[in-house]
């Protein structure tokens, strides 16, 4: 294969830009040229008394379940000050995020082998076994209720602990627009559903995204635009490797 794959071709990473730095590597490594284009941005609660008191009875629960890297650097810092029962488990929605849970010396995190999402972790032997259990889901506010709804489904009492907040820091795609106007926009990366509900919104059905290549991460994202006529193409498998390859396929 060329060792310069990208050589010539710009891509648009939305994740926030603390999350983009590994990917914005491989890409430029590959001969891309980034452009960072964050639509969400983490931000801390305003206020975390509703949190303090939801994690107050977590030593009555048999679950802690973590979303997210985000759930975990806004949410340890509280729960470490208490004191809980070596029976409360821990599972999180995937390697990163237990890497973050091991900072806080949680350890024997629950994860995903293959998938990293709220379907994957669901589908773990530990989790179909919840009748009678109390879980507590460490998320930002608002959020997927897949995860939450399956659990009671099971018989489990579930309740959320939410420790911060999603924005869209950008007002308009202006950016975006003069770019593709001077063909210097080929790919857009998008690994949320929520990233690609503030794309669509701000988008407006304008012809000019029809043109751009989509790379999404997991199937759920694409199927909005997909239903739009937008070219999308999504990662076989997790990690910023398989979504360079992802582009890779887009673009060559």
């Known amino acids: 294969m060329n060792a310069k794959p990208l050589l010539g071709h710009h891509v648009v990473i939305t994740r926030p830009i603390g999350q983009a730095g590994k990917l914005s590597n491989l890409v430029k490594e590959a001969g891309g040229e980034v452009v960072s284009f964050p639509l969400i941005e983490i931000a801390p609660l305003s206020n975390y008394q509703a949190f303090e008191h939801t994690i107050s009875s977590l030593h009555e629960y048999d679950w802690a379940i973590f979303i997210s890297s985000n759930a975990v650097q806004n949410g340890m810092p509280l729960v470490s000050k208490i004191k809980l029962p070596s029976s409360l488990k821990f599972a999180a929605i995937g390697p990163s995020t237990a890497a973050e849970l091991s900072k806080f010396g949680v350890q024997n995190t629950l994860i995903p082998k293959d998938r990293f999402d709220s379907e994957s972790l669901l589908a773990l032997p530990e989790m179909q076994a919840v009748n009678n259990q109390k879980v507590m889901i460490f998320r930002g506010l608002g959020g997927r209720e897949v995860l939450a709804d399956t659990l009671k489904s099971r018989g489990a009492e579930v309740n959320f602990a939410e420790c911060y907040q999603r924005i869209n820091p950008q007002e308009d795609l202006s950016k975006l627009t003069t770019l593709n106007q001077q063909g210097l926009l080929d790919a857009i990366v998008i690994t949320s559903s929520e990233a690609m509900r503030h794309l669509l919104a701000m ?47 887009a673009l060559i």
């Not at 995204?209 to 635009?225: D, G, M, Q, T």
């Not at 498998?237 to 992802?246: I, K």
Request: glycine content about 4%; proline content about 4%; some cysteine.
């Open 203 to 249: 988008a407006n059905n304008q012809e000019w995204l029809k043109n751009v290549k989509l790379c999404v991460n997991h199937a759920r994202i694409a199927e909005e635009p997909s239903q739009l006529g937008l070219n999308v193409e999504v990662a076989i498998a997790p990690g910023d490797e398989a979504m360079l390859a992802c582009l890779i396929k």
